[in-house]
């Protein structure tokens, strides 16, 4: 079946700091790739996406590459800011039949200033 | 455009009792969905729907019933809330089935149950 792990929270931060939130995944067919946002009290938002291998999501300063030979669609930033304080999750979707979204468990980031 | 709007944001019931989560989307979307989401168990699908009159059951189905009369409208029911239930419950949309790239669920803002 499909799944996806992410890196265990809480993540805390420096302003300006460097962020990696490690992704991996395993899947029947072939993936589509996402990186959600949630900030408190909100719902999910789409942050960033690719769905071939190779391809780079990029969105608000924040990138991930799918990276097939290695199962891989890490979160990175290069200087991370306050209010991207939330909690990041990792999820795939594979194009075959009514195969849902599924979600990693979450990590929650806390940039202090 | 209100996007995804689910009703009530909180809600405390007593075991037992039954209750009805409201969602609605004006964008036309006919794929819809149900998650619930629990600290270190991230978002787990209840129930979603393909479009009006077709529901399908997802990862966690048990103690939970849905309909889809219309393509605006996706209410998950409690019948006997539990304890087990108390938890976020998002539901979340897209133009067709998110099983690629083209087709981004939007999310509402969340319900957040509490059954003492």
């Known amino acids: 079946g499909n799944s996806v792990t992410q890196m265990e929270g809480p993540v805390t931060l420096s302003e300006e700091a460097f962020l990696t939130i490690n992704c991996t995944y395993t899947?029947?067919?072939?993936?589509?790739l996402f990186w959600y946002v949630q900030y408190p009290g909100e719902g999910l938002q789409l942050l960033l996406k690719?769905?071939?291998?190779?391809d780079k999501g990029s969105n608000k300063g924040f990138e991930a590459t799918y990276r097939k030979e290695t199962t891989s669609f890490h979160l990175e930033k290069g200087s991370v800011q306050v209010s991207d304080s939330a909690v990041y999750f990792c999820?795939?979707?594979?194009?075959?039949?009514?195969?849902?979204?599924?979600f990693g468990k979450g990590t929650r980031l806390s940039v202090i200033a | 455009n209100a996007g995804v709007t689910q009703t009530p944001k909180f809600q405390v019931l007593k075991t037992g009792q039954s209750m009805t989560l409201q969602c609605a989307q004006d964008?036309?979307?006919?794929?819809m969905s149900w998650y619930r989401q629990d600290p270190g168990m991230g978002l787990r699908l209840i129930h979603y729907?393909?479009?009006?009159?077709?529901?399908d059951q997802g990862e966690v189905p048990n103690g939970y019933n849905v309909s889809r009369s219309t393509t605006e409208d996706f209410p998950l029911r409690l019948l006997s809330a539990a304890p087990s239930q108390t938890s976020v419950y998002f539901c979340?949309?897209?133009?067709?089935?998110?099983?690629?790239?083209?087709?981004?669920?939007?999310f509402g803002a969340g319900s957040r149950l509490t059954v003492l």
């Open positions: 979340a949309s897209s133009p067709g089935q998110p099983n690629s790239g083209a087709n981004v669920l939007t």
């Open positions: 899947a029947t067919g072939y993936p589509s």
């Open positions: 690719a769905t071939k291998a190779d």
């Open positions: 999820a795939l979707t594979t194009n075959s039949g009514n195969t849902p979204l599924v």
């Open positions: 964008m036309n979307h006919e794929y």
């Open positions: 729907s393909v479009g009006a009159g077709i529901t």
